[in-house]
Antibody
Framework: EVQLLESGGGLEQPGGSLRLSCAAS????????MSWVRQAPGKGLEWVSG????????YFADSVKGRFTISRDNSKNTLYLQMSSLRADDTAVYYC??????????????WGQGTLVTVSS | DIQMTQSPSSLSASVGDRVTITCQAS??????LNWYQQKAGKAPKLLIH???NLEIGVPSRFSGSRSGTDFTFTISSLQPEDIATYYC?????????FGGGTKVEI
C-alpha cells in the first residue's frame, strides 16, 4: 500500500525558514518523480515544485523560485522541501504527491494527507 | 505559463443528473490534462489522466474528453458521494497549472 506521510509544518514568522519532509512507503521510491502541491485556506490547488526519481531534475513554480529547494534522499525514501524567506502568502496545506513517471512532473496518483504551514508574525 | 480556465466555479444538481465541467487551456496542451476530485478536508484524488483515461478503480460514470484546447469532464449520473470540488490540471509545460476548481453540490 502506497503511503506518503508529511511532517514539518507549523507556525513560522515572515522571513523565516521551514523544512518539510515526506516519508514514502509501499513503492519503489527511486522509480518515480515526486512533487509538492499546496492549497491556501479556502483556495484551489497550486503546484509548487517537482523532482525526478534520480533527483537530477528539479522544477519550481515562479512564486517560489529562488526561495524554496526540493530534494530527496532515496536511501531513506524521503522527499524534502526547504522553504526560506517565507511570506504570508506561503500559508497553505502542503501536500506531497507521487508522480506517475520517473521524470515528472506530470500527474499525481497518490497524495499525502498534507501538512499545514502558517506564516504569520 | 499555461492558464487553465475552469467553469463553472460551482454548480448544484440532483442525484441522477448529468454534470459537465469544462476546462479551457490558454494554448495547445495535447492530451496532457488530468482531473482530480477533492472532498472536504481530504487530499485530492486522481480520476482521469491524459484527457480521457479513467484511473483504475474509478467508477465508469466519470469520463473526460477533449476538443482542441477545450476539455470536458462528465459525471453521467450524479451520486451523493460525488459531492466534492473538481480540478483540472495540465502537464504539457512546467509550471504545472490547475484550474480554479468546480464545487459540486446537491
Amino acid at each position: 500500500e502506497v503511503q506518503l506521510l508529511e511532517s514539518g509544518g507549523g507556525l513560522e514568522q515572515p522571513g523565516g525558514s521551514l523544512r518539510l519532509s515526506c516519508a514514502a512507503s509501499g513503492f519503489t521510491f527511486t522509480s518515480f518523480a515526486m512533487s509538492w502541491v499546496r492549497q491556501a485556506p479556502g483556495k484551489g490547488l497550486e503546484w509548487v515544485s517537482g523532482i525526478s526519481g534520480s533527483g537530477a531534475g528539479t522544477y519550481f513554480a515562479d512564486s517560489v523560485k529562488g526561495r524554496f529547494t526540493i530534494s530527496r534522499d532515496n536511501s531513506k525514501n524521503t522527499l524534502y522541501l526547504q522553504m526560506s524567506s517565507l511570506r504570508a502568502d506561503d500559508t497553505a496545506v502542503y501536500y506531497c504527491a507521487k508522480d506517475r513517471s520517473v521524470v515528472g512532473p506530470d500527474y499525481f496518483d497518490y497524495w499525502g494527507q498534507g501538512t499545514l504551514v502558517t506564516v504569520s508574525s | 505559463d499555461i492558464q487553465m480556465t475552469q467553469s463553472p466555479s460551482s454548480l448544484s444538481a440532483s442525484v441522477g443528473d448529468r454534470v459537465t465541467i469544462t476546462c479551457q487551456a490558454s494554448q495547445h496542451i495535447n492530451n496532457y490534462l488530468n482531473w482530480y476530485q477533492q472532498k472536504a478536508g481530504k487530499a485530492p484524488k486522481l480520476l482521469i489522466h491524459d484527457a480521457s483515461n479513467l484511473e483504475i478503480g474509478v467508477p465508469s460514470r466519470f469520463s473526460g474528453s477533449r476538443s482542441g484546447t477545450d476539455f470536458t469532464f462528465t459525471i453521467s449520473s450524479l451520486q451523493p458521494e460525488d459531492i466534492a470540488t473538481y480540478y483540472c490540471q495540465q502537464y504539457d509545460n512546467v509550471p504545472l497549472t490547475f484550474g480554479g476548481g468546480t464545487k459540486v453540490e446537491i
